[in-house]
């Protein structure tokens, strides 16, 4: 064989591994990127004491460009004279406020508190309040004027996907806020509706 030959098959060798580590580079990434992506889920997640029997969702924005929970709290504490404060379980930023598609637990959910982002008398099927078992979801946007962010609707869909595994939660039992309490609301905005649909 040929030094030339040699040299080219060592070359190619060369390349060869490169792009297979190349390659398993963006899936290593992925890969690590899941397992930090569900640490920091079950962070949220987390709750003090026994958790409620939660059997429904709740999806809202906030009607606003910006927000975070600190805002919603003395929004909600200030003017609702909510005593319990923000009235949502989890936020999810948009960039404007707190981080995109970040997921922040409100005290509610910390404490495991019925919420208040549904009138306290709206009743469901069963004739209980739905507040009192109805998790709430904001994300921060105002989606009859924007689109949520990608990165929000993929928190969106983890967030989801782990509160209905963990507590039994269909996928028909996740509702805009329009659709539990008709006529009150275009909660949560057009866009976000429109994604409700089309999963």
């Known amino acids: 064989m040929s030094d030339t030959h040699a040299v080219g098959r060592i070359v190619f060798g060369v390349l060869v591994a490169a792009a297979l580590v190349v390659g398993a580079a963006p899936a290593e990434a992925q890969r690590a990127r899941s397992v930090n ?11 003090r004491g026994a958790g409620r029997r939660w ?3 709740v999806l809202h924005h906030s009607a606003t460009p910006a927000g975070s929970p600190q805002a919603f709290e003395a929004w909600h504490r200030g003017h609702r004279r909510f005593a319990y404060g923000m ?3 989890f ?9 995109d598609g970040h997921i922040e637990a409100g005290s509610r959910w910390r404490l495991q ?18 507040a009192a078992h109805a998790i ?6 105002d989606f009859e004027r924007s689109r949520p962010t990608r990165a929000q609707l993929a ?29 009150h609301t275009a909660c949560p ?8 649909r089309s999963g």
Do not use: F, K
């Not at 992506?37 to 709750?47: K, N, P, T």
């Open 155 to 183: 928190s969106l869909t983890r967030l989801l996907r782990a509160l209905q595994r963990r507590y039994g939660i269909a996928s028909n039992a996740v509702h805009g806020h329009g659709e539990v309490h008709p006529g």
């Open 189 to 196: 905005g057009r866009a976000l509706r429109e994604w409700q």
């Open 91 to 99: 936020v999810i930023g948009n960039g404007r406020g707190m981080p």
């Open 37 to 47: 992506e569900a640490r920091a889920l079950r962070a949220v997640l987390a709750h």
């Open 136 to 141: 709430g979801v904001c994300l921060v946007g």
């Open 113 to 130: 508190q019925q919420g208040a982002h549904v009138a306290a008398r709206l009743r469901d099927e069963r004739g209980s309040s739905v």
């Open 87 to 89: 009235a949502y379980h």
């Open 55 to 57: 059997r429904t969702i």
